[in-house]
């Protein structure tokens, strides 16, 4: 069994442990962006490229033949890779390109929710480039201004229709301060792509279920919490992700049985409707990206794929081979039977260098992780290289996240917490991700907004 792995990040680092610990023992081959030492370590066969050289990756699977192909990010499922390597008769866990826009094009995801009868949608619009005339630009802006101004009150969420590496969000009071900021923006993206969505802010709280598909089969993994801001207490800019947590219940503490069983039903109707609108079955991870408001589940975004840190955490409680999980969603053999994870609760905290995300003044300095870790515990390294010497160096993005499992979220985050003070050189973390107190606040919150509704 051979085992094309096209990723990058710590994300790539746990696809490549969970595949590497298959029965199956498989042969990992792995396209990377990076020198990533967590998967030089496992992999048999190593190829430093950019993702979206398709050619070069067509080159490798024809001289190296693997039997089943992976893919992480965003940019190259959204690219197509899956067809390409389809085409090569390779089966793949991932969706082909027009499965793939339910992350690629928020405008598809939303329009594709409306037209299925899907109702967990805000309030939006799509406005596309199509004026002609200065007149008709200018009866294009003002048509947006009255959406956000009246409409939406001046509470609104402005979205880059095309994948922008997470980046393509803007939220009114967060990074828009005003109807004029939010249209500047609107602007700029219609300008770049062609397209804008402008939708209602949600007032609520977030969390993430992913599911694994193959068509209409879809079977859901553990409930799971992000946190974007930089610092402690929800401050700072946004990033990529600074932890997360499960709890063992595969819940989460602020959610009901019904908020989770609303999640996954969105997430079954959506794996159909992209059956229904693209005549073929969605086949890789489905990850829904959602927030319980006042009144019930609302779908801020979908992604086509695993998300970082979120497999950080589900990967480790994943007890059945993943192996086998990944050959049953190419061949339409995926069952409830097939996944079982672990009753446990994880925390996931992120090492980064002390400027990230604003700077990158660290780039290049030295980093040094714990040598021994327990065994309720995993470190999966991200934009981090090593030297000759096998010294570890900072990249200028999040360096490793560091994941603490036990039998509560509070017996995981002192397992995290412990080994993130022992991380030697300039960086840090967040040490309120997983503690009572932050998720007393996520609890309260919910409580609040839905006794008002009440």
Do not use: W
């Not at 049985?257 to 229904?276: G, P």
């Not at 959602?290 to 086509?304: H, P, Q, S, T």
């Not at 603490?404 to 991380?423: D, F, L, R, T």
């Not at 309120?432 to 839905?450: C, V």
Request: charged fraction near 25%; glycine fraction near 10%.
């Amino acid at each position: 069994m051979k085992i094309l792995l096209v990723t990058s990040s710590a994300r790539g680092h746990a696809l490549a442990e969970a595949l590497h610990r298959s029965p199956q023992k498989p042969e990992i081959i792995s396209v990377c962006a990076n020198n990533n030492p967590g998967i030089r370590a496992i992999a048999s066969q190593m190829h430093v490229q950019n993702l979206m050289d398709f050619e070069s990756i067509v080159r490798i699977v024809k001289e190296s033949t693997p039997d089943l192909a992976v893919i992480g990010p965003d940019d190259p499922i959204g690219g197509g890779l899956a067809d390409v390597l389809e085409e090569l008769g390779l089966p793949t866990v991932a969706p082909k390109k027009s499965l793939a826009r339910i992350e690629a094009s928020k405008g598809f995801a939303r329009n594709l929710m409306e037209k299925h009868g899907i109702k967990a949608s805000p309030k939006f619009r799509i406005f596309e480039r199509q004026a002609n005339s200065q007149r008709d630009l200018l009866e294009e802006e003002k048509e947006m201004y009255t959406f956000i101004d009246q409409e939406l009150q001046g509470n609104y969420v402005v979205k880059y229709d095309a994948l922008k590496g997470g980046k393509g969000v803007k939220v009114s009071g967060e990074h828009l301060m005003s109807v004029d900021d939010g249209m500047q923006y609107a602007l700029e993206c219609l300008n770049e792509c062609g397209r804008v969505v402008i939708e209602e802010k949600l007032i609520g709280v977030e969390f993430s279920l992913l599911s694994f598909v193959s068509g209409k089969q879809v079977v859901d993994m553990p409930a799971v919490q992000d946190h974007k801001r930089a610092f402690d207490g929800d401050t700072g800019s946004n990033t990529g992700g600074m932890g997360t947590y499960t709890d063992a219940n595969h819940a989460l503490p602020f959610l009901t049985a019904a908020d989770v069983k609303r999640a996954s039903e969105i997430n079954r109707q959506t794996a159909d409707a992209l059956l229904r609108e693209c005549g073929e079955g969605y086949k890789g991870i489905l990850y829904g990206g959602f927030i319980a408001v006042k009144d019930g589940i609302r779908v801020i975004e979908y992604n086509a794929r695993f998300g970082d840190p979120e497999a950080l955490n589900i990967l480790p409680l994943l007890s059945s081979d993943f192996v086998t999980v990944c050959q049953a969603i190419t061949t339409g053999e995926l069952t409830e039977d097939l996944v079982r994870f672990e009753k446990k609760a994880t925390v996931c905290k992120y090492i980064v260098p002390k400027s990230y995300p604003d700077k990158k003044d660290e780039k290049g300095m030295e980093v040094i992780f714990p040598s021994d870790l327990p065994d309720n515990a995993r470190l999966y390294y991200g934009d981090v290289s090593a030297d000759e010497q096998g010294r570890l160096h900072l990249g200028g993005s999040r360096t490793a996240g560091i994941v603490g499992i036990g039998n509560s979220i509070a017996e995981a985050e002192k397992v995290a917490q412990e080994i993130c003070s022992k991380v030697q050189g300039p960086i840090r973390f967040r040490s309120d991700i997983g503690t009572a107190d932050l998720i007393q606040k996520r609890s309260q919150m919910m409580e609040d907004i839905r006794s008002v509704s009440s």
